[in-house]
């Protein structure tokens, strides 16, 4: 056989390879990450439930999930060991590290009125409204003076009689 042959054979085998190694590697953090659980850390769950740990076997954990109820996990269903503060956080809503930009939890103070900006706003309303500039405007006037209006007689006899119908109380609603 040549090489060319066993070239794509050999490319297969070692993308296999590299993601079972992959993939090892992960279950061996997960296995350590599992192993050093102690009592007292905080746990959560696979099924996203967030618990303490109360004590630690070869195969299972017992975890208190709130006050007087303790629950029996196999250590595969252990997710995720949390720090801490990061386990405080999510469970009993403390924050240890504290920022000066929180947002307030009443919108009163995100309304207030800076002073500059309201002294500002009262010099002049603002006109959103399109200006003609005086150059556009006497562009138009010597266009119109140039070119006399041509109208149609038919337009203009169909436009009266239309106007002699309301006239005579008819209207256009149908």
Do not use: C, W
Request: cysteine-free; hydrophobic content about 35%; aromatic content about 2%.
């Amino acid at each position: 056989m040549s090489l060319v042959t066993l070239l794509p054979f050999i490319v297969l085998i070692g993308a296999m390879f590299l993601m079972t190694r992959s993939a090892k590697k992960k279950q061996q953090q997960a296995v350590d990450m599992r192993n050093q659980m102690q009592p007292g850390s905080g746990v959560r769950t696979i099924g996203g439930m967030y618990a303490t740990v109360k004590e630690v076997s070869d195969d299972t954990v017992l975890v208190d999930a709130g006050p007087g109820v303790e629950l029996l996990f196999a250590k595969n269903a252990i997710g995720a060991v949390l720090s801490d503060d990061e386990y405080n956080r999510i469970v009993h809503g403390i924050e240890h590290d504290l920022k000066s930009d929180i947002v307030p939890d009443d919108a009163s103070s995100l309304t207030e009125v800076d002073e500059h900006a309201a002294d500002a706003s009262d010099d002049k309303p603002i006109d959103l409204g399109k200006k003609d500039t005086p150059a556009d405007a006497a562009d138009e006037a010597k266009a119109d003076d140039a070119e006399p209006k041509k109208t149609d007689d038919a337009e203009s006899k169909k436009a009266d009689d239309a106007e002699s119908k309301k006239a005579d109380g008819e209207s256009d609603a149908k």
